[in-house]
């Protein structure tokens, strides 16, 4: 009996599965870099620095008293305050059942690490935006910030068809504000939101030589290639980032009004600073590193894996921070 394209419809399968599992894309994370990260904290969660001022001098005229001045002195406190978690499981029928079970149980712990690192990357670059109650150190929302004469935040200048972004005339702001400051001019970093890389890439008569003799080759590179910067403006090396704050006391994204210009609701706050060793700007300790417990829930008939962790960051040199907020909207 001859077989025929009719007769063996049955035995066609109607769809093919692969044997592998498509995982999503992640962004490249880099905040960890930019802490200083403290090994003497070894018990309880408050650390406390003390700090002190600078001595003033005075005109001195002979056969006088020499006037004495106290040095000024200070604590810096650092607090554990994160206590994270990601859980997941698997049921036992699920296990009987699922092609797949195995590579999906092997991708839980991964996963769960990748959740608490991105929960760090998130908490160390909102460390110095506005917060409620105003906590010292960090920046206050909808004002200049000055130190030393010189802005610490503001909305981005280039404002080209109402699109609230940054040109280059900001990193020469932030280098001017962070040398107002003492800042040392070395290892200047910029981290953006990818829109406005896009503008600097796109925006009209880039090739001009007049801000940075090697600004015209953005056309032909771009601005980073993941965690690595290609070009470099005034003196920053630029990085993106879509782990950025928002505008707004605690980050909620409230638009700010900064002498006179408005970000506009969920504008993204760009940050330069100097990762200098002496004058790093964020602190950070871990009580305890992502840490993986499994057990069998015979209640539930499933496996259940948890990563904790215990870790605090924070502000440390305000005075090494610029924020520039800007629109995330791009003109196509």
């Keep these: 009996m001859s077989m025929t394209t009719a007769n063996t419809s049955v035995l066609i399968r109607s769809e093919i599965f692969s044997t592998e599992l498509k995982d999503v894309l992640e962004e490249d994370l880099m905040a960890r870099q930019y802490v200083r990260w403290i090994t003497e904290f070894t018990d309880g969660d408050q650390f406390t620095i003390p700090s002190i001022g600078d001595i003033e001098a005075r005109d001195y005229q002979e056969d006088t008293a020499i006037q004495y001045d106290?040095?000024?002195t200070g604590e810096f406190n650092f607090t554990i305050t994160e206590y994270v978690s990601?859980?997941?499981?698997i049921t036992k029928k699920a296990r009987q059942d699922l092609f797949y079970a195995s590579e999906l149980e092997s991708s839980f712990v991964p996963k769960m690490s990748r959740a608490i690192a991105e929960d760090l990357e998130a908490h160390i670059f909102k460390e110095g935006q506005p917060r409620a109650g105003d906590p010292a150190g960090y920046q206050d929302a909808g004002a200049l910030n000055n130190i030393n004469g010189a802005a610490h935040r503001w909305v981005g200048m280039d404002t080209a068809?109402?699109?609230r972004t940054i040109g280059p005339k900001d990193f020469a702001r932030a280098k001017y504000a962070l040398r107002k400051a003492n800042v040392p001019m070395t290892n200047l970093v910029a981290i953006v939101d990818p829109s406005?890389?896009?503008h600097i890439e796109t925006q009209t008569g880039l090739s001009d030589t007049t801000y940075n003799p090697d600004f015209r080759?953005?056309?032909e590179t771009g601005l980073t290639t993941g965690m690595r910067f290609i070009r470099n403006i005034y003196g920053f090396d630029v990085y993106e980032s879509q782990f950025l704050p928002l505008c707004g006391d605690?980050?909620?994204g409230t638009s700010e009004t900064i002498d006179s210009v408005a970000s506009g609701a969920n504008a993204v706050c760009n940050l330069f600073f100097s990762m200098d060793p002496t004058v790093v700007p964020f602190i950070g300790a871990w009580r305890q590193m992502p840490e993986v417990d499994g057990e069998y829930n015979k209640d539930f008939q499933r496996e259940e894996y948890v990563t904790t962790a215990r870790y605090g960051t924070k502000i440390y040199r305000p005075e090494n921070l610029v924020t520039v907020l800007t629109s995330t909207d791009v003109i196509v």
């Design 70 to 72: 106290a040095i000024d």
């Design 250 to 252: 605690d980050q909620a």
């Design 196 to 198: 406005v890389a896009y």
């Design 161 to 163: 068809n109402s699109n």
């Design 86 to 89: 990601s859980a997941t499981y």
């Design 217 to 219: 080759g953005v056309i």
